[in-house]
């Protein structure tokens, strides 16, 4: 049983030693010696969308994911995930990046973020039909039900800004705009791309962008380490694939996909707001 068991051991040691090695040598050489570049993805439209049927996962984290990929000649592959537990899967070498993670200062603490931003939105809110709240002060009223996801950088804002409003913090975008539905609660506030998936897709409510609206960057997460070259070249191509304007390109081509007209819709450009 002692020598099965440090045969076990062995083999189990040289099994772990490549990825052991490119763990040591930083992300860039893992993903050049794996041949992949693994995004975590979790549910929120249009970021990251799961088809139920085929399980595919696409949005525009996805395609972004994709087109970085193919710019280092790996494949993408995509590793489930939730907001909350984001920083853990990255510091446990679950995934190599993160789309659409708000540098948070909290954050910052725990995972590296490239300086140039990914691209920027605004938060806004679904609101009840007829809904006379114009500014978020309007919203934090006592009897005011407000639903965010739990984990979020938008969980962090709301509670920050919300003194009087209750608060209900939902595992995924879905969730909170289910029970916006089912009338648990009286408003879900998101980034208002997400917004406007939810809202072509429930029929129901009112897109609001409370005063006063600010442009939030929003970035990717990665992992800490001593070597700066995946950092740096993340860094890169975010500055070039935003004077591009490929983020509003493949937002419009998501919304397109859902048979939704993307004319008269903020984009994720700030500038051609």
Known sequence: MKRRSLILAATAAMALAPMAHAQDS??????????????????????????????????????MGQRM???????????????????????????????????????????????????????GALVKEGSEAKTWDELDTPETRI???????????????????????????????????????????????ALVVQYSRLKMGEVLLPEPVNPVATSAGMRQEDGTEFLDWVNTT????YAAGVPDELFGEYLASKDIDPSGIPGLVKEDW
């Open 26 to 63: 930083g992300t860039m050489a893992q993903v050049k010696e794996t041949g992949e570049l693994r995004i975590g993805v979790a549910s929120a439209e249009p970021w990251f969308y799961k088809d139920p049927m085929s399980e595919q996962w696409t949005g525009v984290g996805v395609a």
């Open 238 to 241: 975010f500055a070039d694939l």
């Open 69 to 123: 990929a193919d710019d280092l000649g790996v494949k993408m592959v995509p590793v489930e995930t939730t907001w909350a537990n984001a920083v853990a899967g990255l510091q446990a070498n679950q995934f190599d990046i993160m789309f659409v993670l708000d540098p948070t200062e909290e954050r910052k603490k725990a995972l590296s973020f490239p300086e140039n931003p990914l691209f920027y939105y605004a938060m």
């Open 147 to 193: 639903g965010v996801t739990l984990g979020t950088s938008l969980d962090r804002n709301v509670s920050e800004m919300m003194d009087e409003a209750q608060i209900s913090r939902f595992s995924s975008n879905d969730e909170a705009i289910a029970a916006f539905a089912a009338g648990r609660i009286d408003a879900v506030v998101q980034f208002h791309p």
